[in-house]
């Protein structure tokens, strides 16, 4: 195959296909959501069958645990796929919206359109459900997608698409407006990023490696992040049952997702209260603690799995059971840790003072910030943006999660009545 070639073809589809996209109606948008969720349906022991193959290739070629995890779609991350759908479905349409008309003294009227971005190129790693969640949502922003998955999710990926591609012509959308790139090599990933006069924008979502190989390479502008090093602060004013919960959460609900927590920090007034028992629990979850020196010299003789922490560590997204644990002065210095050592994804502190709360929201800058919650929420559907395209730590043009409104701009309007400038 012609790498080069294709991924042309399938640029100028998608550049038609956004031109139709950019002018369907929200019920017809919605109708092909539910087309697609029908056929999800439909189709639903056939793509659990080809998820299955994509998962023994995986353990074959030896996989890593953390991304065996992404790639398995399990019969309730298949529901929440068609939850996603339907909750995408759900939401206002943003497309052709217009706001702030505001009267100039000339007579003319000012504001703001709503309008697709165009054409979207993702490319993402593992997960079979993005396929899912990209396709609603750049579908119901009125934009055209082409969608580059992993080798390692290949066949329930084509699966997927063909699901799309069902939906799609039963509302008489074009075909071409969710396209999910055929080939595995990774030709098509640079290929795809370099044609500004196809694609108005690329998502990446994955490794590191990859995201900073597409924020390098790519000739068209970015909505990425580059890993999740996100933290829980537990206050000295914390209520202790709740700092127990978000960390267990934040930590051991799922280890290869990009919203756990990777660092504990811990005020030095509520250190021993909290930190033998919380440390005992995580310990007998599996997860191995990086402690500072403080952190040693409390849990000494209490903790088998505790090593050291290096500078190294407090950077870290280890997407494994590893925690790296600091105690801290207090409120100044966690703010100060975070700002520094932070991939500027989601921070959590568990307190019941609200000014040290306020401080926290205001001072802490990442993409989400939260108040006795666990990190684990920093997600498109549980935001209730029905599904997420990414996530971006970046200030423009989106942050944190990205639904709907992320996948959108804006052009000037004016409403005149036959006025001419003077």
């Known amino acids: 195959m ?30 092909a959501l539910a087309a697609i969720a029908e056929a999800l349906r439909s189709d639903r022991e056939q793509i659990l069958a080809a998820n299955r193959e994509d998962m023994a290739a995986g353990q074959e070629n030896g996989l890593e645990a953390a991304m065996l995890d ?25 497309i052709g919206e217009i706001t702030g008309l505001k009267y100039r003294p000339s007579g003319i009227q000012v ?19 993005v396929t899912i969640d990209a396709a609603a949502l750049c579908l119901k922003s009125g934009n055209a997608a082409i969608l580059r998955g992993g080798s390692e999710a290949i066949r329930a990926n084509q699966a997927i698409a063909a699901c799309i591609r069902t939906g799609l012509s039963r509302a008489g959308l074009p075909a071409d407006a969710i396209q999910v790139v055929e080939t595995t090599d990774r030709a098509a990933v640079g290929a795809l990023i370099t044609q500004p006069e196809y694609v108005d924008v690329i998502v990446p979502r994955g490794g590191k490696g990859l995201i900073e190989r597409i924020s390098r390479d790519a000739r068209v502008p970015v909505i990425k992040h580059l890993d999740g090093n996100c933290h829980v602060y537990i206050d000295d004013q914390a209520d202790l049952e709740k700092a127990r919960q978000v960390t267990l959460n934040a930590k051991t609900h799922r280890y290869g997702t990009c919203n756990t927590a990777e660092t504990l920090l811990v005020a030095e007034g509520i250190a021993e209260q909290v930190l033998p028992g919380l440390a005992g629990e995580l310990a007998a979850a599996g997860v191995a603690l990086r402690g500072c020196l403080r952190t040693l010299a409390l849990l000494e003789g209490r903790i088998e799995q505790l090593t050291a922490a290096t500078e190294q560590d407090w950077f870290e997204e280890y997407l494994a059971p590893v925690l790296a644990v600091r105690i801290v002065a207090g409120l100044d210095a966690a703010i100060e840790h975070i700002n520094h050592y932070s991939s500027k994804h989601t921070e959590a502190i568990i307190t019941e003072n609200y000014s040290r709360a306020r401080r926290f929201l205001t001072e802490v800058d990442s993409s989400s910030v939260m108040v006795n919650a666990s990190t684990r929420f ?9 599904a997420e395209i990414g996530i971006s730590t970046d200030k423009f043009h989106a942050r944190g999660p990205v639904g709907l409104e992320g996948l959108t701009s804006r052009k000037w309007v004016v409403l005149g009545d036959g006025q001419v400038r003077g």
Do not use: W
């Open 2 to 31: 012609d790498i080069e070639k294709y991924m042309q073809e399938l640029g100028s589809r998608a550049r038609t296909a956004s031109r139709a996209m950019a002018r369907a109606s929200t019920a017809q948008k919605n109708q």
């Open 70 to 94: 992404r790639l398995e779609l399990t019969p309730d991350r298949f529901e929440d796929m068609i939850e996603g759908l339907e909750q995408v479905m759900a939401l206002p349409d943003p």
């Open 111 to 129: 504001g703001h359109m709503c309008v697709p971005l165009g054409v979207i190129g993702i490319v993402y790693e593992s997960r079979p459900n």
């Open 378 to 386: 920093a997600d498109g559907f549980e935001y209730g943006l029905g």
